[in-house]
């Protein structure tokens, strides 16, 4: 039982160049998020999805889509990659939204725009 | 709008000592819930404890415990007999229970140093 993985654990871009990060879950669960997490502000989210074919924007999508094709499986897509997205993207999931059911977060994939 | 506030960017704790995390909150909703997390040096976030808003005793995990204030809104984590192994980040965050998706909401975070 892996839990989250994400893949990969570090790149490097150069500015305009595109990437996906890819995010896989094991454990069946309905709800799949992504944030990136920067220096002195705490984790940010950049989309979510609740279920299967479904996503929605976060608190800071802007230069980023996302798809949820597959149940497991939750992508994250830079078009065009900034300075400015130089982070630390973290990938999450969870049963439900609701009461107590917490999120089970992946390694971390640290991304360098130069 | 939700807002999380953890006002100790730094703190040190001597070992075996017990240490206060502070954690205020900021909802309009009578329902929701209080997470907290731990991210050590490698970089994994770790689930630590949850206090839901309806729950009428302070949630405990072992060595963890929440210190929830309703009316002050606040959630403070509490570690009793502190270790090496709890230096560390430590982020709160909160959910509320009918925003759609689930989303949580994190503070800036406090890093603990324990000392030998």
């Known amino acids: 039982n892996a839990g989250v993985t994400q893949t990969p654990k570090f790149r490097v871009l150069k500015t305009g160049q595109s990437m996906t990060l890819l995010c896989a879950q094991d454990m069946n669960h309905e709800y799949m998020y992504w944030y990136r997490q920067d220096p002195g502000m705490g984790l940010r989210l950049i989309h979510y999805?609740?279920?299967?074919?479904?996503?929605a924007k976060g608190e800071v999508p802007d230069g980023y889509n996302v798809s949820r094709l597959k149940k497991q499986n939750f992508l994250l897509g830079l078009e065009s990659a900034a300075p400015s997205q130089t982070s630390v993207y973290f990938c999450a999931s969870s049963w439900d939204g609701t009461g107590g059911y917490e999120q089970y977060f992946g390694p971390g994939t640290r991304l360098t725009v130069t | 709008a939700q807002k999380i506030t953890q006002t100790q960017p730094g703190m040190f704790v001597q070992e075996k000592e017990a240490v206060t995390l502070d954690c205020t909150y900021d909802t309009s909703d009578q329902s929701y819930g209080l997470f907290w997390y731990k991210q050590p040096s490698s970089g994994e976030m770790i689930f630590l404890i949850y206090?839901?808003?309806?729950?009428?005793q302070n949630a405990t995990e072992g060595r963890y415990s929440l210190n929830f204030q309703k009316a002050r809104k606040s959630a403070n984590l509490v570690i009793s007999a502190s270790q090496l192994g709890d230096s560390a980040m430590y982020f709160c965050a909160m959910r509320e229970v009918y925003n759609q998706g689930g989303k949580l909401i994190f503070g800036q975070g406090t890093e603990l140093s324990v000392k030998p």
């Open positions: 999805s609740v279920g299967e074919g479904t996503t």
């Open positions: 206090q839901g808003s309806y729950d009428e």
